[in-house]
């Protein structure tokens, strides 16, 4: 079975190089910025005699709105923020990847009989699992 169509979120940063360069702010600059603002990462520990507590916190940003105000740099002593050299957009990972029914956007599920399977068998059990999985998509999905 092969799973076509399906998109992983991503943020887009569509950075202005011409806009960085009037801040005096290099790509490197910005990419460790960006580094060092979104970590999925242990933060530390504390040490005790008779025991020692990893700190843990999930700080990672995952929406474009999250990004926007991240400061990459000090710019006589004002901030510059992301959206002030870049266009910050929610999208997917792979902008070149769709599946489609028809006109309609679609997650395709390709499914193939192992060699030695009966065909009638295996689509007599797809089709009694069809409502099973229907009932789990939201209502909006066919």
Known sequence: MTIGGGQKP??????????????????????????????????????????????????????????????????????????DVSKISDSVENVRLAGWMNQTPAVILNIQRQPGANTIAVVKSIEDLLPQLQANLPASVS
């Not at 005699?49 to 991240?70: F, K, T």
């Open 10 to 83: 991503a943020v887009r940063i569509q950075v202005h190089p011409a806009t960085l360069a009037t801040y005096g702010i290099s790509l490197e600059d910005l990419r460790t910025a960006l580094v060092s603002t979104s970590v999925n990462a242990a933060k530390g520990t504390i040490d005790g005699e008779a025991q020692n507590y990893q700190i843990n916190s999930n700080d990672q940003l995952l929406a474009g709105d999250d990004y926007r105000d991240v400061i990459v740099a000090y710019k006589n002593g004002a901030p510059v923020t992301l959206s």
